[in-house]
Structure formats: C-alpha cells, structure tokens
C-alpha cells in the first residue's frame, strides 16, 4: 500500500468511524454499516487474495495502516472497523470474513464492550468470543482462529480488572481446542512501574503509535510464522 492509498484509507477509517460511533450511541444495529460498505466497494474493484490471513476486530486494527508490510511474507487482509463489539464482529462475519476463505482469523475485539457508559461484564465478553468462534466454525470448521489479549490502555485502566478476567477466560477456552490460539499483549505493553507505557499509545492514550505497533509487530508475528510457515 502506497502514501496516497494509506491516508486514503485513513480518511475514510476516520470518516466511518465517526458515522459509526454516532451510530452506536443510539444503540442502531447498523452502525458500522458504512465500513463494511467500504470493505465491499474496495473488493469489487480490487480483489484481495483468497486464503490470506484476516485481521479483524475494532480500531486498533482499523488504523493498523502498515499491517501488510508489517506481517510480510505472511499475506494478511486488514478488516479492523471502527469501535466494533464483539456483537458487530460477529454479525458482520458473513461479509468481511467467510467470503475470502481465510488460512486463519486474528481477532481483537471486546474492549470497547468494557467501557463507559455500561462496561460489559467479563463473561458477557467471553460470550460474544464464543459466539464469534461459533459463527466461525460453522461456515469454517478448520480454520484457526487466533484472539488478540484486550491490552491495558492509559485511557481504560480502570477497567483493568474486568480486561483481565475477560482475557483469563477466553485464554483458557483456546486451551480445550488445538484450533483456538490466545496471544497475549500484556506484558509487552506495561512499563517498569507494572501500567500502561504511554510512550506506545497515541496522544487518545488508546490506540497504539508506531512504537505501539512495532510491539504488537514483534508479538503477533512469530507466533503466525511458527504456526503458518510461507512458501518463501
């Protein structure tokens, strides 16, 4: 992906995400509804390859603008939307998911079901992961499916407590089954004093900056290399 398309994809991530975010404050079913638009207009035009890898899940995804480069050689396809809930995830599956017969799934989803104003529980997340894998399994019964920890941000510490047992229950339910994987981001994003390092977050105190992703890069990567060898 190229300068112009990168802040062309951008533009139209923040644009979504506003309209979504509207959306979602009063409580529409269809708030992302303009992502998944603009997932599927860029398809028609530009095909993405069958049987890459897909990335999905809310925006800390989303604005993951250099994932292919990052990930390379592994081909990867970028469906991060917005401040997506596992709900979203699981009900836009059937159009940003099946449809390009994935090697595997990475999903980041469930930290914005844990904020204000009506922070889920921990087992309410654990139930939308399970339903996500569920929807996943019946369409895809082979296909692995990797889940991103919700990591600890400076903005949501005090959720803390719920994230954690969110990730504790969902990292001992891939356990039961060879197919689930569970990557933990944890360690690798908390500083000396045991918080959030806020020199890997941007000036939201959310979502990661370049440093942000070099840290997930250096996660995320090995664990699909080992699991997913390439042919180069």
């Known amino acids: 992906m190229n300068t112009a398309q990168k802040i062309k994809t951008w533009l139209e991530g923040?644009?979504?995400?506003?309209?979504?975010?509207?959306?979602?404050?009063?409580?529409?079913?269809?708030?992302?509804?303009?992502?998944i638009r603009t997932f599927e207009r860029r398809d028609r035009s530009n095909p993405p390859p069958s049987g890459a890898i897909v990335f999905t899940g809310s925006s800390s995804f989303t604005f993951w603008t250099s994932l292919q480069e990052d990930?390379?050689?592994?081909?990867?396809?970028?469906?991060?939307?917005?401040?997506?809930?596992?709900?979203?995830?699981?009900?836009?599956?059937?159009?940003?998911?099946?449809?390009?017969?994935?090697?595997?799934m990475v999903l980041f989803a469930g930290t914005n079901d844990i904020t204000w104003p009506r922070p889920a529980t921990a087992q309410l997340v654990f139930a939308g992961y399970q339903a996500f894998?569920?929807?996943?399994?019946?369409?895809?019964?082979?296909?692995?499916?990797?889940?991103?920890?919700?990591?600890?941000?400076?903005?949501?510490?005090?959720?803390?407590?719920?994230?954690?047992?969110?990730?504790?229950?969902?990292?001992?339910?891939?356990?039961?089954?060879?197919?689930?994987?569970?990557?933990?981001?944890?360690?690798?994003?908390?500083?000396?004093?045991?918080?959030?390092?806020?020199?890997?977050?941007?000036?939201?105190?959310?979502?990661?900056?370049r440093k942000g992703y070099a840290v997930w890069t250096a996660v995320i990567k090995p664990v699909l290399l080992a699991d997913l060898p390439t042919e180069e």
């Open 71 to 104: 990930m390379a050689p592994l081909q990867v396809i970028n469906r991060g939307f917005g401040g997506a809930r596992m709900d979203d995830v699981v009900r836009y599956a059937d159009r940003i998911v099946l449809p390009y017969h994935p090697r595997a």
């Open 14 to 35: 923040e644009a979504n995400m506003f309209l979504g975010m509207l959306g979602t404050m009063t409580g529409s079913p269809r708030a992302w509804e303009s992502s």
């Open 133 to 209: 894998v569920q929807r996943l399994r019946a369409a895809l019964p082979d296909v692995p499916i990797y889940y991103v920890s919700i990591t600890p941000t400076p903005s949501r510490w005090r959720y803390w407590p719920i994230v954690r047992e969110a990730n504790r229950l969902i990292q001992a339910h891939t356990q039961t089954d060879p197919r689930l994987h569970f990557i933990d981001l944890t360690e690798a994003v908390l500083g000396p004093d045991g918080r959030p390092d806020r020199k890997l977050y941007r000036a939201d105190r959310l979502h990661p900056n």
